[in-house]
Structure formats: structure tokens, C-alpha cells
Nanobody, 122 residues
Framework: QVQLVESGGGLVQAADSLRLSCVAS????????MAWFRQAPGKEREFVAA????????YYADSVKGRFTISRDNAKKTAYLQMNSLKSEDTAVYHCAAKLDAGLWDSSYRYWGQGTQVTVSS
């Protein structure tokens, strides 16, 4: 059982930066894959980025490639999402997710955090 708690959301201006954090507990993180998803009002949940905790390999959605960076800190058991050059269309609730490190990058995550709101004003 893995527990995830996100933080770092807020209201920013377009072109600003923001860093989200996801503190994980309860599992052997080296065997897990962590991801960020987002859901905007009236839209389906969308995959953003993922990282293999053990190797650090990453994968990104095309919509955020080059602007967002996912990383992890083993000592702090925390995954991060650094978001640069934010756009109004990045406005959403951002959720951290985790699963055992297997399968597709962007689906079948088992554990979810409650989410943190990111609002980008233009």
C-alpha cells in the first residue's frame, strides 16, 4: 500500500513556473513508477509525465515536453513536477499516482493522491 500526498499548487500568471511535490510512503519505492496526471473542469484525466523510481527514466506527454520536468529525491521519498512556461491550458487539478514499475507509461496506476489545484491566468 502506497500513500501519496501532493502539494505546491497555486495561482500563477502565464509564463510563470511552479513546482509540485508528491511525498510517498508505505512502499518500496525503487520498484515503483510514479506519474503526474491532470484533470481540467469538464475534461477527462490526462497523463502528464512519469518516472521510473529505480532508474530515473522519464516519459512525457507531447503537450508538456520541453516545459515540464519530472524528478525524484530518494532520500525525501518525494517526486517533483517542475512546470515552466505555464499556459492557461495547463490549468487543472494535478494528481500524483504510483504503480509497480511495469506496463505502459500512461495507464493502470493503482495508487492516487488527492490532487493539488494549479490555475494559470492569462
Amino acid at each position: 500500500q502506497v500513500q501519496l500526498v501532493e502539494s505546491g499548487g497555486g495561482l500563477v500568471q502565464a509564463a510563470d513556473s511552479l513546482r509540485l511535490s508528491c511525498v510517498a510512503s508505505g512502499g518500496t519505492l525503487s520498484t515503483y513508477r510514479m506519474a503526474w496526471f491532470r484533470q481540467a473542469p469538464g475534461k477527462e484525466r490526462e497523463f502528464v509525465a512519469a518516472i521510473r523510481w529505480g532508474t530515473g527514466n522519464t516519459y512525457y506527454a507531447d503537450s508538456v515536453k520541453g516545459r515540464f520536468t519530472i524528478s525524484r529525491d530518494n532520500a525525501k521519498k518525494t517526486a517533483y513536477l517542475q512546470m515552466n512556461s505555464l499556459k492557461s491550458e495547463d490549468t487543472a487539478v494535478y494528481h500524483c499516482a504510483a504503480k509497480l514499475d511495469a506496463g505502459l507509461w500512461d495507464s493502470s496506476y493503482r495508487y492516487w493522491g488527492q490532487g493539488t489545484q494549479v490555475t494559470v491566468s492569462s
